[in-house]
């Protein structure tokens, strides 16, 4: 079983859109969580980070985690075109630094 | 400030050769991580080196891959010899020693197929 688990889509929305994107995960010990937007043909990038449970906002985005459900999920509000890329959840533990990734969903946001 | 770089783009080789995988992190990133997206799954970690130091190599999946951080500047990732279900991509990150969570910025990765 894989300790995170993406829906990787493919997920396809008209621009101005809601976009909601979760992750489930299994173990306890993360407490950092991530969200990377990758474009195509491009590494990972950073989008936000949360530490252990609540939201936190950053413009377009909502980032929350329910660590009571282990469920953590990205909002992008009003998407836009330049939105469309691949998103991927990761974790980390407290101790240690690798990432815990999910597969990632490919979003696409149609003008 | 350039961001980390890989080299090759990408690489095709036949099955039983050897391949050798370099990344240049960021400047004064003391961080290192391997990790590898091989088709339909998700990028998984293979090893960390803090400077010269390998802090983590639970992630590499035999002993055919080799990584080195000499000087602990740049890092090469040896795949001796190649075996088809190695074909993928793999990405460097570093990251700063200080800092949370350590954001790890990531490279463009390197396509490997193995043929």
């Known amino acids: 079983q894989k300790e995170v688990e993406q829906d990787p889509g493919p997920l396809s929305v008209p621009e101005g859109a809601i976009v909601s994107l979760n992750c489930t995960y299994s173990n306890s010990a993360f407490q950092y969580f991530m969200w990377y937007r990758q474009y195509s043909r491009k590494g990972p990038e950073l989008l936000m980070y949360t530490y252990s449970s609540g939201n936190k906002e950053d413009g377009r985005f909502t980032a929350q985690v329910d660590k009571s459900s282990k469920y953590i999920s990205l909002f992008i509000r009003d998407s836009q075109p330049s939105d469309s890329a691949t998103y991927l959840c990761a974790m980390r533990e407290t101790s240690g630094s690798r990432l815990t990734f999910g597969e990632g969903t490919q979003l696409t946001v149609n003008p | 400030e350039a961001g980390v770089t890989q080299f090759p783009s990408h690489s095709v080789i036949e099955k039983g050769q050897t391949v050798t995988l370099r990344c240049d992190p960021i400047?004064?990133?003391?961080?290192l991580y391997w990790y590898r997206r091989v088709m339909g799954k998700e990028i998984k970690f293979l090893l960390h080196f803090v400077k010269e130091s390998k802090q983590d190599e639970s992630g590499m999946p035999n002993n055919r891959f080799l990584a080195e951080r000499t000087g602990g500047t740049y890092s090469t990732l040896k795949v001796q010899p190649a075996e088809l279900e190695d074909s993928g991509v793999y990405f460097c990150?570093?990251?700063?020693?200080?800092?949370?969570?350590?954001?790890?910025?990531f490279g463009p990765g390197t396509r490997l197929t193995v043929t």
């Open positions: 400047s004064g990133h003391d961080n």
């Open positions: 990150a570093s990251s700063q020693l200080q800092g949370i969570p350590y954001e790890q910025y």
